[in-house]
């Protein structure tokens, strides 16, 4: 099957400070799903990326699609204790279009 | 709009005892899916329905687990025996017409084997 590796594993960040969580492949990705998980809590969706070189905000967050679509990125500027949570990219692999989700980084904000 | 329902959100089993797991998911999403999540890991396809037939199986462990869909809408999940690997939280997941849409995650069934 398709493999996602997400680094870092763990993230812990001071509130205020800014965040980066990487999604590498070493095949092409057909498309991106980024997914946050908070402690005790099931995956919320986040956004998709689909092509080559995209990049998409959502107020502090930045996700990218890298140009050879082999990874992909999410940033946080100035994180907050609301941030916290486990958030996980997953690539919808082109066979039957299912998801092949990393392990995930889980992110700790101290305030 | 309601959100995708499972039930039950804990059970606690022996190892070669069985389990069933109820979704409903979120009303009109024709796709399902099932997924196994371990500590520490991302959510594992089990498999996916699309209305009431299989798509994809092929992580899904035949010889002890077993999915249907009867109606095209809830779902069950079984695992006949259980074994103490199987311990994980079981999400059932929906989308509108296939993964090309957000998947929309219930709240899961902490399954603890013992």
């Known amino acids: 099957g398709q493999q996602v590796m997400q680094i870092p594993q763990y993230q812990h960040v001071q509130e205020g400070e800014d965040f980066t969580t990487y999604c590498n492949s070493s095949t092409t990705l057909s498309n991106i799903q980024w997914y946050k998980q908070r402690p005790g809590g099931h995956p919320v969706f986040l956004i998709q990326l689909v092509k080559s070189g995209e990049v998409k905000k959502q107020k502090r967050l930045t996700f990218q699609f890298g140009e050879a679509k082999k990874n992909s990125s999410l940033h946080i500027t100035a994180t907050q204790t609301t941030d916290v949570g486990t958030y996980f990219c997953a690539d919808r692999g082109s066979t039957l279009g299912r998801l092949y989700f990393g392990r995930g980084t889980q992110l700790t904000v101290w305030p | 709009e309601a959100g995708v329902a499972q039930s039950p959100r804990y059970k606690i089993i022996e190892k070669r005892q069985s389990v069933a797991f109820w979704c409903n998911p979120i009303?009109?999403?024709?796709?399902l899916y099932w997924y196994q999540q371990i500590l520490g890991q991302g959510p594992k396809l089990l498999i996916q329905f699309q209305n009431n037939g299989v798509v994809d199986d092929s992580q899904l462990p035949k010889d002890r687990f077993s999915a249907e869909r009867l109606k095209g809408v809830d779902s069950t999940l079984k695992i006949q025996p259980a074994k103490l690997e199987d311990s994980a939280v079981y999400l059932c997941?929906?989308?509108?017409?296939?993964?090309?849409?957000?998947?929309?995650f219930g709240p899961g069934t902490r399954l603890t084997v013992t």
């Open positions: 997941a929906s989308s509108f017409r296939g993964p090309v849409y957000e998947q929309y």
């Open positions: 009303s009109g999403h024709a796709t």
